[in-house]
Nanobody, 115 residues
Framework: QVQLVESGGGLVQPGGSLRLSCAAS????????MSWYRQAPGKERELVAV???????NYADSVKGRFTVSRDNAKNTMYLQMNSLKPEDTAVYYC?????????WGQGTQVTVSS
């Protein structure tokens, strides 16, 4: 079955960095686009970054220049390198895959940016 498992979240001070990972299984990872979303308390889930099978990337305006999405197809893993973190980046971060006629989500990993 399809599984998406995020890791790497935590508490970081403003201006700090974190790298999130999303380990995928149950489908041919290298053939598909993958996405990162986030949901802050009281807000709707929003798209953060997308990486295609050809490794083209796209970012939300709020994270451009600070976040970098990448993938390692040999490890079936997607990453999100987050630099210059701000308090407004505080959220639960989810990875997403769309396939087999439905949308799959991981369980999420909490990122808290606070001094």
């Amino acid at each position: 079955q399809v599984q998406l498992v995020e890791s790497g979240g935590g508490l970081v001070q403003p201006g700090g960095s974190l790298r999130l990972s999303c380990a995928a299984s149950g489908f041919t990872f290298s053939s598909y686009a993958m996405s990162w979303y986030r949901q802050a308390p009281g807000k709707e889930r929003e798209l953060v970054a997308v990486i295609t099978s050809g490794e083209s990337t796209n970012y939300a305006d709020s994270v451009k220049g600070r976040f970098t999405v990448s993938r390692d197809n040999a490890k079936n893993t997607m990453y999100l390198q987050m630099n210059s973190l701000k308090p407004e980046d505080t959220a639960v971060y989810y990875c997403q895959w769309v396939g087999y006629r439905r949308t799959y989500w991981g369980q999420g990993t909490q990122v808290t940016v606070s001094s």
